[in-house]
């Protein structure tokens, strides 16, 4: 694919760089041009990811206030039905009608939801407006790896790893303990609010400083396929939300979801061979490189959401860890990928080598995984420490190098439904590995609870597997001491069927072809390739005043 790509020279190639004849000032005048855009990415970026975990501390407040305890699933339900189902659509609107329109109505649509669930007055407000908020969220990630991906050429975007992996950590780190500090302090209406200021100081930024080509395009919006990929995304994310927990996986209710997320999918697949302007286009498979990342990326999401979600529960119900500051028991694993993110970008950035990576990654993530299967109830926090440091420095190889390879692979016209289904795998193996490692884990919990506490241990676990730090520390010491084996067994189960897992990203890492990064984006489309037709031949990025 890298020698179709030498007929353009796009957007920014020479982004940061004085042209030949201009002088030196004019080159830093775009260098700080670049940080200022860069910085309002990372800002909608940040919105993207810290929002879930504010929220998530916040709504034992909210059902407080506005009740409707049975419906408090929804909350984060709607809105990931959202994000999930609109992130491919938002790519495709951003190839088809220009990244920067696109990017700022999704921050505009992000805000709008925001302010609404601060002003919701009860519960079912609250899920609309969540799902109105998640809508946005869908294009904020995709926006922000699609303009870099379009102002960044590849051998230099390396470099930009370590700060998206910076934001990661940070949003996992202080959501929590920023969620319950405006909760605590501010209320709970605040822990919406506070996306607004942001997300106005990032539009503002990017109006401002950003200027992509505009694109008009002949061939309408393909809704068919659209309706059949959300529909599809919908049914499956369901699924796994659903499965074990709200109904049992052989229920009717699962399999009716289940039977339509299949046919759903299949009908969008045969579509669009059929569709004129397809919101995923089919030709971007046939890169392996792309084939490959997209597997990487679904297999990395669903080792690392099952990791962000039973290390802490781990550490609190074993090892006695306070739940205030829960984010912070992440800190080995995130502080690991975030330094080895930044490593690996800056060796991309000069050697234009990346195949390493992934090979690495695949490798450290097995073995951290194996290690931390290996935790039990006399496992000290720095033993658990150093394994998490593992697990974090594999997904640091491999969690920017999948996207930058990703977009490497395809042309400047798929830039966006590159960067929305490389993170729409992602957020797909994320919602599978939580459901399964998390039915794995129940399962193991409910029969070492039997085994160990008897009638006891199996009616404190029969409505949820998971104990909160109240309910720990009101039980007798035996049962007590049964539920720390009992969590140490469950951890073992899933953390030793994610290294199982983590093996296909191995797998998939062997056939990586290492082709040579491009040192301006993507190729540009050939003649009659499609209908997508530039006004502006080369993005730019305004001089600042």
Partial sequence: MADKTKAAEPAAEHAGKPAEGQPAVDGEKRQRSVRVVLMALMIAMLLAMLDNM???????????????????????????????????IWGKLGDMYGRK???MTSIVIFLIGSALSGMAQDMGQLIGFRAIQGLGAGGLMV?????????????????????????????MILGPLVGGTITDHWGWRWSFYINLPLGVVALIAVSVVLHLPKKR?????????????ALGISAIVLVTTWGGTEYAWSSARIMELTGIGVASLVGFVFWQTKAAAPVMPLHIFRSRNFTLMST????????????????????QSVQGASATNSGLLLLPMLGAMLAVSMVAGRVTTNSGRYKIFPLVGSVLMIVGLFLLSLMDTETTRLTSGLYMAV?????????QVTMLVAQNSVEMKDMGVASSSTTLFRTLGSSFGVAIMGALFNHRVQDVMSERAGAIGSKL???????DAASLAKLPAA????????????????????????????VAAVFVKEVPLKGAGAGAPKPGEDEVRDEAPQASLAEPV
């Fill in 217 to 229: 395009v002949e061939a309408k919006i393909d809704y068919l396929g659209a309706g059949l990929l």
């Fill in 143 to 171: 926006g922000v790896m699609a303009i870099i991906g379009d102002l960044i050429p590849p051998r230099e975007r390396g470099k930009y790893q370590g700060m998206m992996a910076g934001v990661m950590a940070f949003a």
């Fill in 54 to 88: 504010i929220v998530g501390t916040a709504m034992p407040t909210i059902v407080g206030e506005l009740g409707g305890l049975e419906h408090l699933s929804w909350v984060v339900t709607g809105y990931t039905l959202a994000t999930a189902a609109s992130t491919p």
């Fill in 296 to 315: 990487i990326g679904f297999i990395t999401g669903f080792v690392m959401f099952g990791a962000v979600l039973f290390l802490p529960l781990y550490q």
């Fill in 391 to 399: 697990l974090g420095a594999g997904m640091g190889c491999l969690m």
């Fill in 101 to 103: 329109g696109a990017f």
């Fill in 479 to 506: 049962a007590r001491e049964a539920y720390q084996h009992a969590v140490s067994s469950g951890t073992h189960s899933a953390f030793l069927l994610g290294s199982v897992v983590a093996v296909l990203a191995l």
């Fill in 461 to 467: 676990t029969e409505k949820s597997a998971q104990l």
